[in-house]
Each structure stands twice: as C-alpha cells, then as structure tokens.
Nanobody, 112 residues
Framework: EVQLVESGGGLVQPGGSLRLSCAAS????????MAWGRQAPGKELEWVAK????????TYADSVKGRFTISRDNAKKTVVLQMNNLKPEDTAVYYC?????WGRGTQVTVSS
C-alpha cells in the first residue's frame, strides 16, 4: 500500500521555523520526483517545492523561494521541507506528493 505520512506541523510565530517530514512507503521512492504542496483556508491547493529523483535539482514557488528548502534521503525514503522566516500567509495544510498521490497533510499555522 502506498503511504505518504507527513509530520512536523504546528503553531509558530512569524519569523519562526518548522521542519516538515514525509515518510514514504509502498513504492520505489528513488524512482520519483517528490514535492510539497499546500492548501490555505478557502484557497486552492498550490505547489510549493519539488525535488528530482536524485535530489540534484530543486525548484520552488516564488512565494517561498529563499525561505524554504526541500531535501530527500532515498535510503530512508523521506522528503523534508525546512521552512524558515515563516509568514502568516504560509498558514496552510501542507501535503507530500508524488505523481497523483498525496498524503493526508500536516497543519502549519503562523500567528503571533
């Protein structure tokens, strides 16, 4: 069974940091581009960051460039999103993705 399990969300003040992790199982992780997306209240799901199969190329949405970093460990089958300098507009449910598959998400709330 394919599983993507996100963790690491929570409540943080503006300017703070969070580290999201996605544990993958049930498929050959190293064969796939992995990504993070997010959905804010009342808004559509949007792509945040992607990383190629070997981790060599990383791309980011303009809204998070310079603040978020995506990484992966193919041996551990995990993909991480390090989020720094968080802003209230980063508040959303964050989802791990490959292909058409999504995890259940983890809530990130940025508020003072």
């Amino acid at each position: 069974e394919v599983q993507l399990v996100e963790s690491g969300g929570g409540l943080v003040q503006p300017g703070g940091s969070l580290r999201l992790s996605c544990a993958a199982s049930g498929f050959t992780f190293r064969y796939y581009v992995m990504a993070w997306g997010r959905q804010a209240p009342g808004k559509e799901l949007e792509w945040v960051a992607k990383i190629t199969k070997d981790g060599g190329v990383k791309t980011y949405a303009d809204s998070v460039k310079g603040r978020f970093t995506i990484s992966r460990d193919n041996a551990k089958k995990t993909v991480v999103l390090q989020m720094n300098n968080l802003k209230p507009e980063d508040t959303a449910v964050y989802y791990c993705n490959f292909g058409s598959r999504w995890g259940r998400g983890t809530q990130v709330t940025v508020s003072s």
